[in-house]
Nanobody
Framework: QVQLVESGGGLVEAGGSLRLSCAAS????????MGWYRQAPGKQRELVAT???????MYVDSVKGRFTLSRDNAKNTVYLEMNSLKPEDTAVYYC??????????????WGQGTQVTVSS
């Protein structure tokens, strides 16, 4: 079974940038879709961005224009480039693998998460 390992989190000042990486232990071709979730303290988990098998990418409105999701199939790695970071982006970010069911993304595989903290 594919395993996902995130890296790249850390502490950054508001307006700064971070790039999260998600390395899969197996081929990500086997995953219909992949996505990034985040969960801030005291808040519900939020789906941030997804990419399907055709390369179509979707973002939650709050990160559009600031975050970029990309995939490198040769390296079995998915990236989340985060620019113009805001304090409200502070959360644990999770890489996931899953599929689209009825137009909705359903994650079936989760990484361990990586902390992103944005200071004001």
């Amino acid at each position: 079974q594919v395993q996902l390992v995130e890296s790249g989190g850390g502490l950054v000042e508001a307006g700064g940038s971070l790039r999260l990486s998600c390395a899969a232990s197996g081929s990500i071709f086997s995953l219909n879709a992949m996505g990034w979730y985040r969960q801030a303290p005291g808040k519900q988990r939020e789906l941030v961005a997804t990419i399907n098998s055709r390369g179509r990418i979707m973002y939650v409105d709050s990160v559009k224009g600031r975050f970029t999701l990309s995939r490198d199939n040769a390296k079995n790695t998915v990236y989340l480039e985060m620019n113009s970071l805001k304090p409200e982006d502070t959360a644990v970010y999770y890489c996931t693998g899953g599929s689209y069911l009825g137009g909705y993304y359903a994650a079936s595989l989760w990484g361990q998460g990586t902390q992103v903290t944005v200071s004001s």
